[in-house]
């Protein structure tokens, strides 16, 4: 991912977090959970097809006053030289549906980069965009948000959402079991 990419992939999880930490109550959001204990590493590798470095970088978030968390895990490859990280947390108001979670959220985020692209893509969650610059699908689903960022430069951006879409689709069967 080049410099650019990362810095708007990390200007996305900072407006996305400021925009959806403001509203609802604890007794609003879905439980916490944290990606380092749904997600094996394994199963992470298998999808990559290589190692990854041990221990992945992880970070769980929860604001006690108001309830609102997030997870987020990276793993990196080095021998393809690919990172993937992902990203779980709730809807800003719990009382949003999927759609009026998504269209908030695109709101925020072309408000503060109005060149950002997001291409809407079906077969996965009840809502769903792509950006193919930095390789990041963004999933609404029961209640939660899942930013998937991740992919090569050398495959295709078919490939790419592909695999975003597979990882994301894993993301989203662990968080309801």
């Known amino acids: 991912m080049k410099k650019t990419d ?79 990280g992902i990203m779980v947390q709730p809807f800003g108001d719990p009382k949003f549906t999927a759609e009026e979670a998504s269209q908030q959220y695109k709101k925020n985020v072309i408000g503060n980069m109005a060149d950002y692209k997001m291409d809407p893509v079906s077969g996965i969650g009840e809502n769903a965009v792509w950006n193919p610059q930095i390789m990041q699908l963004t999933v609404f689903n029961n209640g939660c948000m899942i930013i998937v960022t991740g992919g090569s430069r050398d495959k295709s951006n078919e490939e790419n959402l592909a695999f975003a879409k597979e990882l994301g689709s894993m993301v989203i069967a662990k968080l309801q079991k």
């Open 6 to 84: 990362f810095c708007s992939f990390l200007l996305v999880v900072v407006v996305t977090i400021g925009m959806l930490s403001a509203c609802g109550s604890s007794s609003d959001y879905p439980e916490p959970v944290k990606l380092d204990e749904i997600m094996q590493v394994a199963e992470v590798e298998k999808l990559i097809g290589s190692k990854v470095d041990q221990p992945p970088m992880i970070r769980n978030k929860v604001t006690e006053d108001s309830g609102f968390w997030m997870t987020h895990v990276n793993y990196y490859a080095p021998d393809v030289n690919l990172s993937v």
